[in-house]
């Protein structure tokens, strides 16, 4: 089975493709409402300080990063954040997670950014492996 894959930012037309991923992806939340997801797709498409890239190999969509940046006092400028990075399962393990993140990296990195943060549970040898340290504790409140 090949490995070849491109990165690039999302389309409108991924929509369906990602949708599907992120229904995958979540535990905390289900993502079931496919009005709701378009409208927030659509949302994230216009907002400059988001990145929603996905991985293609032959017109398929194998998986995304979601992630945005922020000003903030603490860093004298601009953080990051990964919020989402999901792999179809059978394309785990060949690099796309990776490919995925560095076009993220790239991208804070041109915005300025001082810092990417994220927030895992399933996936801390991944990101320990890509450079990423143990920082802090995640709280977190649903409202």
Do not use: C, P
Not at 92 to 110: K, P
Request: net charge negative.
């Amino acid at each position: 089975m090949t490995s070849n894959f491109l990165i690039r930012l999302a389309e409108d037309t991924d929509s369906e493709s990602v949708f599907h991923l992120a229904r995958d992806f979540a535990t905390s939340f289900e993502v079931d409402n496919r009005q709701e997801f378009d409208s927030v797709f659509d949302q994230i498409q216009r907002e400059d300080s988001i990145w929603l890239g996905v991985a293609e190999s032959n017109a398929e969509v194998v998986g995304y990063l979601l992630g945005l940046d922020h000003l903030t006092f603490y860093a004298n400028g601009r953080v990051a954040w990964i919020e989402e990075v999901v792999v179809r399962q059978d394309w785990r393990r060949r690099g796309v997670g990776r490919a995925l993140t560095a076009a993220f990296e790239s991208w804070t990195a041109n915005r300025g950014a001082k810092l990417i943060a994220l927030a895992t549970r399933r996936a801390a040898k991944f990101y320990q492996s890509l450079g990423y340290e143990e920082s802090a504790t995640y709280f977190r409140k649903l409202v």
